[in-house]
């Protein structure tokens, strides 16, 4: 049965762009439903090795499940007669459904399912995986303190010790987005829930003034010996968010004389691009969290790129002592620190310069060139040679029109050709109509499209007209999805293949830092800057790995990365296509 992971819980002149030119990702959009993305379990459930035709359907419904297939999960339940169920299996249905429901984004019909559930009848692994469903499903559901209730429950089945920590770091991150009238508010609760709100009121002091706040939580400690938080892990999550804190407002003129030894992060903490750099920080965080659960970690010095020169600001964080500095994040501040003097310290940028090399600097980002030769490939591989291209008549849509031709041509096919669209037209239509007009409807076409989930929206329904006439393959860039899934807004997409980071996928990346298990970190991000916490959890990760990378490529939550001899990191995505307004993963572009 699928296990909910324990969670810590992508060009108009609107755009908020770190890249100025070339950054798809940053398309502010119209919210859509969200929807948690779910990991593979690690266990493989028999329910007692019974081989009875009910208990067969629950196995493949729970094997689909964690294969990302929900539409055929569902079939499969469907196969099953509800009536005259023995209780057992009435509640491992139940929960079967629930997480159905929840793999589609509707909480209300997983707690509908999940009522029917009686916990007290399963096996200890499937109370785990009600647990952590009721908690994800009441997340969804806006309801935060019924989630942590149904955490303290599950933490009290938990016999590792990385999934104990893994939920007490959700159930922190899951109060600390609690306003604090409804911390304050007096409830009827237990003890325990009692410590966990009296614990999440001293750290939304803490992350409001800054202050470290030794006093009042040694006073909790005390008052709340036995809590499960009261343990030596939780101090890493205790001190590490406060280097930050001290760190987020840092200039080139404001930095104390010395930070000394660590990590120098400099992100764009205010100003155009601040969302864009909150983003990469939340990922790099909880990436960092996660690493001092286990072993020591360097502590991490934010820098404010918005404010001061770059190379002072670099110079600065050399001076404070950094060990290796990690971005900047906009493509200007990158060029300028190829431009500028040398670099004593190496230095991950979060952007690429093309062409652009120099001594200790490693290139790191969100590519559309990456995208582009990614989605070429794929509908090469499909086995599709001419090609038609449709992109925003935008300076961001003339380069991914090149970058798209660039790749297909160099691949060995025939673009046949090209079209711009006006994307603040209302009806973007009769561009896709003008360049299919003259289609030789006998051979097979790719259409390469970039496009926002609205204008794809608005054209699904002459996509659908046109493939009915003739042999038409859609391949579309990443910045056609969200992030979130929204099967009824995107049930017109069915066909369209695009290609994307893993950690947008259910089972593709997972573990802690998972979509789904970061729910509470990105649920309140526009789309636009979602995928910028992948990065930033990449980049963490990365810094030990950039000595083998060259030959050793790591899966990370933005792609499968490896480094080129420029020292560029280049990323290997994952390709989906919708099926019921919901994307299925065909996996890894090869």
């Not at 798809?24 to 329910?47: E, G, N, Y």
């Not at 990191?569 to 299925?584: D, E, F, H």
Request: a neutral charge; proline letters at 7%.
């Amino acid at each position: 049965m699928l296990l909910f992971l324990l969670a810590a819980c992508a060009d108009d002149p609107a755009r908020t762009v770190v890249d100025a030119r070339d950054h798809p990702s940053l398309m502010p959009p119209k919210r859509s439903v969200p929807a948690p993305s779910l990991p593979k379990t690690d266990a493989i459930k028999t329910w007692n090795h019974k081989t009875d035709p009910v208990t067969q359907h629950l196995l493949t419904a729970s094997s689909l499940l964690q294969s990302g297939d929900a539409q055929a999960a569902q079939q499969a339940l469907d196969l099953i007669g509800q009536a005259g169920l023995p209780v057992e299996q009435r509640s491992q249905f139940a929960l079967l459904q629930a997480q159905v429901a929840l793999s589609m984004g509707n909480d209300q019909q997983a707690l509908h399912h999940l009522d029917m559930v009686r916990p007290r009848l399963l096996a200890d692994t499937d109370k785990i995986d009600y647990y952590q469903s009721l908690a994800f499903a009441q997340a969804l559901h806006g309801d935060t303190l019924a989630s942590v209730s149904a955490r303290i429950r599950l933490g009290s089945l938990l016999k590792k010790s990385e999934q104990q920590r893994a939920n007490i770091l959700a159930i922190v991150d899951l109060l600390a987005t609690m306003p604090q009238e409804k911390l304050d508010a007096p409830a009827v609760i237990n003890d325990e829930l009692a410590g966990w709100l009296s614990l999440a009121r001293i750290l939304k002091q803490r992350d409001q003034s800054g202050g470290v706040a030794v006093d009042a939580i040694q006073q909790w400690r005390s008052t709340h010996p036995g809590h499960p938080a009261n343990a030596e892990f939780l101090q890493a999550y205790l001190t590490a968010p406060q280097i930050a804190a001290h760190a987020d407002n840092v200039t080139a003129e404001t930095v104390p004389a010395k930070q000394g030894p660590g990590i120098a992060v400099l992100l764009p903490v205010s100003g155009s691009y601040a969302a864009a750099g909150k983003a990469v920080k939340d990922g790099m965080q909880a990436a960092q969290r996660l690493a001092a659960s286990s072993q020591p970690q360097p502590p991490l010095h934010f820098y404010d790129t918005a404010q001061g020169n770059i190379g002072d600001i670099y110079r600065q964080a050399v001076a404070d002592g950094a060990t290796l500095v990690i971005g900047p994040l906009v493509k200007e501040q990158v060029q300028a620190l190829i431009d500028g003097s040398e670099l004593p310290v190496p230095v991950l940028a979060l952007n690429h310069i093309d062409h652009a090399s120099k001594a200790n600097l490693y290139q790191f980002g969100l590519s559309p060139v990456d995208e582009a030769e990614q989605l070429v490939r794929k509908a090469l591989r499909d086995g599709v040679r001419t090609a038609m291209i449709l992109v925003p008549s935008t300076p961001l849509g003339q380069r991914t029109g090149l970058y798209l031709t660039t790749a297909w041509q160099d691949g060995g096919g025939v673009v046949a050709s090209i079209q711009s669209y006006d994307p603040r037209q209302r009806d973007t239509s009769n561009a896709l109509d003008t360049l299919l007009a003259s289609t030789n409807t006998s051979q097979r076409h790719a259409l390469l499209l970039s496009a926002t989930p609205d204008v794809a929206r608005q054209l699904a329904p002459r996509i659908n007209y046109h493939q009915g006439r003739i042999p038409l393959d859609v391949y579309a860039m990443a910045a056609i999805y969200g992030g979130r899934q929204n099967p009824v807004g995107d049930s017109g997409l069915d066909a369209i293949t695009f290609c994307d980071i893993p950690w947008f996928f259910p089972g593709m990346y997972s573990g802690p830092l998972s979509q789904a298990a970061l729910q509470a970190v990105w649920q309140d991000m526009p789309d636009a800057v979602m995928r910028l916490v992948a990065l930033g959890i990449d980049a963490y990760n990365l810094h030990p790995q950039l000595s083998r990378l060259a030959t050793a490529p790591f899966f990370g939550a933005s792609g499968r990365l490896a480094l080129s001899q420029d020292k560029r990191i280049s990323r290997t995505l994952v390709c989906a296509q919708w099926r019921g307004g919901v994307p299925v993963v065909s996996g890894f572009v090869e």
